[in-house]
């Protein structure tokens, strides 16, 4: 049941993006010739880096849903084996990749104002920072979400199917958050 309910609320999630994208797209529309200037202002090669990071943090979560699926939430060896790491290691790789993500795109809007791109400056300003923003915002709420799943993995006495289904679920929203962005980088700065 918490796996269908996670599904439909993405559903709802996929609608609010899509409203974002639709935004973005007419101001576009309506105002061309803020994006033939703003955009020379966006760091690119530092945007695919953060983006890397992004979509490593879905290969990590990834790992660490199978490892919850095989019932396995902490490592059965020394650190440095990672073939024997389990859901928990998995996923603070996943925090700890998630958390470059953000300290990435803070560094990148602190870039931006100080080049004078600061949120009401111009409708391509706050349509960027609406989009990539309310993006940021979902990444952070996946990143509490990990630091639950990763406490519950602490404090149980034993892994059951309900704690496996909590990280599995979890790796739903966050593979979610992760091809939004994808969807973003490739509108915001690849087709600028």
């Known amino acids: ?18 409203g974002l994208f639709a935004m973005y797209f007419t101001i576009r529309s309506v105002a061309p010739t803020l994006w033939e200037t703003q955009t020379e202002l966006l760091n690119v090669p530092f945007a695919l880096i953060n983006t890397t990071i992004l979509v490593i943090s879905s290969l990590w979560c990834q790992l660490g849903v199978f490892k919850a699926e095989q019932g396995v939430p902490s490592r059965t060896g020394g650190l440095m084996e990672l ?14 990749f998630g958390s470059i993500f953000i300290a990435g795109q803070v560094w990148e809007y602190a870039s931006l104002v100080h080049e004078g791109l600061s949120l009401g400056t111009n409708p391509y300003a706050s ?20 630091l639950l799943i990763i406490g519950r993995s602490f404090t149980a006495k034993r892994y059951t199917h309900a704690q496996a289904t909590g990280a599995v679920v979890t790796s739903y929203y966050w593979h979610f958050v992760d091809v939004v962005w994808v969807a973003l980088f490739l509108t915001i700065y690849v087709l600028q």
């Open 1 to 18: 049941m918490v796996a269908v309910g996670t599904i439909v609320w993405l559903a709802s999630e996929i609608m609010f993006f899509a």
């Open 83 to 96: 073939g024997k790491w389990g859901m928990r290691e998995w996923y603070v790789l996943t925090y700890i």
């Open 127 to 146: 349509v960027f920072y609406m989009t990539t923003g309310f993006h940021g915002i979902h990444v952070t709420g996946g990143l509490i979400a990990f």
